[in-house]
């Protein structure tokens, strides 16, 4: 058995048909069945049932392809460790990220660099990452939105959550949680630019608007405003995990409060450049990592 003909036998279990894996490995149809072919003929065995809708794997199949995944595991596994110990030549891997999360990813990025300094970020604001990831101009997209499209492998990677940044003498100062709903009698409230939409929407289905007194993208603006006592902020909870500030209180908010899921996305593809797969997997571990902590802290 070749390599080659276990991608391609992979490919055509991912895929579900020869046309569609044909497509994906950029071949012909009648080399990916030649290849399929001599690996039938050297296990003596049929992998492939021909159904209307495509292919389905035999039993004989599922087998070979449950130990062809892990091969390719394997290998994959050797090649990051070798790239990881042994690169001395830059790359370069882009990420589309909605705008939003870059405050809250920027430690990751940073500690990806400190790891593997010779592999270049390149982060691109994108708000249709679906798109950038479809049409390959982005290796990997970061998003809140849900993905349509089927060649498009989406990780859950964290839920964000807002919560009410106050003054320590402001009245709710010693509430420590409040409906979202009650937000509505509140006349000075500021949140961030890339979360308004998303505000209005939550709001308008409770009934009520919010107008915020302040139009920014930065947190640390809204931060500062609040430490001046100049009003309430909504802000996404993974950005005040860090914050240390005796003057300032943070109200959890209850009820039908303003929420979202944040995916990392890639492109779905037998071959995929040993950096990209080590950005993954890093990306994986570090949130994991994240959510510890804020469990052992109380979070």
Sequence with gaps: MELRQLEYFIQICKSGSF????????VTQPTLSQQIRVLEDEYNIQLFDRVSRGVEVTEAGKILLNKGNAIMDLLEGARNEIYGRNN???ETISIGCC????????????????KYPNILLK???AEDTENKVLEQKVDIGITAYPISDASIISTHLYKQEMALLIHSEHPLADKSSISFRSLKQMNSIMFREQNKSLIEMYCLSCGFTLKSIIETSSTSVLIHWVRRGLGAALIPTSLLESLRDDSLCIVKLEGHIPCWDISLVYLNAVTMRSSVRIFIQEMDSYVSEVEVNLSCSGN
């Design 88 to 90: 001395k030549s830059g």
């Design 19 to 26: 046309t569609k894996a044909k497509e994906e490995l950029g």
């Design 123 to 125: 982060i691109i604001d």
């Design 99 to 114: 705008p939003a999360e870059l405050e809250y990813l920027a430690p990751y990025f940073m500690r990806f660099h400190q």
